[in-house]
């Protein structure tokens, strides 16, 4: 590219009245978006990892290792993870994620959940629902049944 037209384009951009104003504009409105962001450390996101589980139905089963993981706002505070409402415990984040190991004790549907100690009251708790089935254990895996 020849260096002249790269000088010219250049120019134009920063000579444009237009592209001036959003410059500005982009520099007044930063500080308020940093004012408004959401005060207090929350969990954002729930996820299911089944691991190296696997079935056709469902890839969580009863006595079969998996895991929780979370996603949270704040890389300090840490996190209560739930199942059916129970206390699976509590855990600390590294870099913002949360990978907590969870075993389902019952067939059926589990309603996973997760809150980040200083959460504001009233914010949205995220969840993630799995059914899990019979498994049998083969190695460091299980193969799910139902």
């Known amino acids: 590219m020849d260096k002249g037209l790269w000088t010219a384009r250049i120019r134009r951009c920063v000579a444009h009245p237009a ?3 959003l410059g500005v504009a982009a520099v007044l409105l930063a500080p308020v978006a940093l004012l408004t962001a959401p ?11 089944p691991g ?4 056709l139905g469902t890839n969580y089963a009863v006595g079969c290792q998996s895991a929780v993981q979370v996603t949270v706002n704040d890389p300090v505070q840490p996190v209560q993870v ?4 129970t206390s699976i415990g509590w ?9 907590a190991p969870w075993t389902p004790a019952t067939t059926g549907w589990h309603h996973l959940t997760a ?9 949205p708790t995220p969840y993630v629902d ?16 139902g």
Do not use: I, K
Not at 52 to 55: A, L, Q
Not at 115 to 123: K, L, S
């Open 52 to 55: 190296m589980n696997y079935g």
């Open 19 to 21: 592209a001036a104003g």
């Open 82 to 85: 739930f199942d059916n409402n």
């Open 115 to 123: 809150v980040q100690a200083g959460t504001p009251a009233g914010a």
């Open 91 to 99: 855990f600390r984040p590294s870099g913002g994620t949360v990978v």
């Open 130 to 145: 799995v059914r899990a089935a019979n498994g049998t254990h083969m190695g460091n895996n299980c193969a799910v049944f």
């Open 39 to 49: 005060a207090g450390a929350t969990a954002t996101q729930v996820g299911a990892e």
